[in-house]
């Protein structure tokens, strides 16, 4: 059961992924949280990337973005998934049980 | 479901044992300590103790008796995790990407 946000932003696509593919470039606009690891899986410059937050508490969550070019400049489409956690079974199962 | 709550079930399903149990819940809809035990390589004590910590969270309950076999099953609230992991990844994602919009546009 994945959630997906997107933005259009005025840069070009390979501004966005200075801002995205870098530990720099996260830094300035992505939250600091010292227990949870950015681990890289994917990395299609500059239109793909692919990362595993990990962290010792959490299942691991897969977050993965596409950026393509969009008349303003570039639109970013974010897609954040839980695999190791059957959200989607949890929900088609009710589901199921409640129609 | 506060997040301290979306926590507990999160901490609770980052064990593959209960991982399995709440699978084979998802599957037979109910089981039994004994049912559980047939199917991994713990002991019954073992495995109530993981029934145990699942209904802490939330995700699973006693289902109502049926003579002397204890039966546990899925809490239908177990869907509210669902929602609220959602709920609350989508709004951190609209901040991020508010964030990211504002740090790669240039002040005009």
Known sequence: ?99 | MTPDEVGRVFAALADPTRRHVVEALLRERSTTVPALTATLPITRQAVAKHLSTLDHAGLVERAPASGREVRYRLRPGALDVATAWMRGAESAWDGRLARLKQAVEKPR
């Open chain 1, 1 to 99: 059961m994945p959630v997906t946000r997107e933005v259009e932003v005025e840069a070009t696509p390979e501004e966005v992924w200075e801002a995205i593919a870098t530990d720099e470039g996260r830094e300035r606009w992505l939250e600091q949280d010292p227990g949870r690891d950015v681990r890289v899986e994917v990395v299609d410059e500059p239109h793909r990337l692919v990362w595993w937050w990990e962290s010792d508490e959490q299942p691991a969550t897969r977050v993965e973005f596409l950026v393509v070019a969009a008349p303003a400049g570039a639109r970013v489409v974010v897609t954040e998934s839980v695999p190791a956690f059957p959200l989607a079974a949890l929900a088609a199962c009710f589901a199921g049980v409640l129609v």
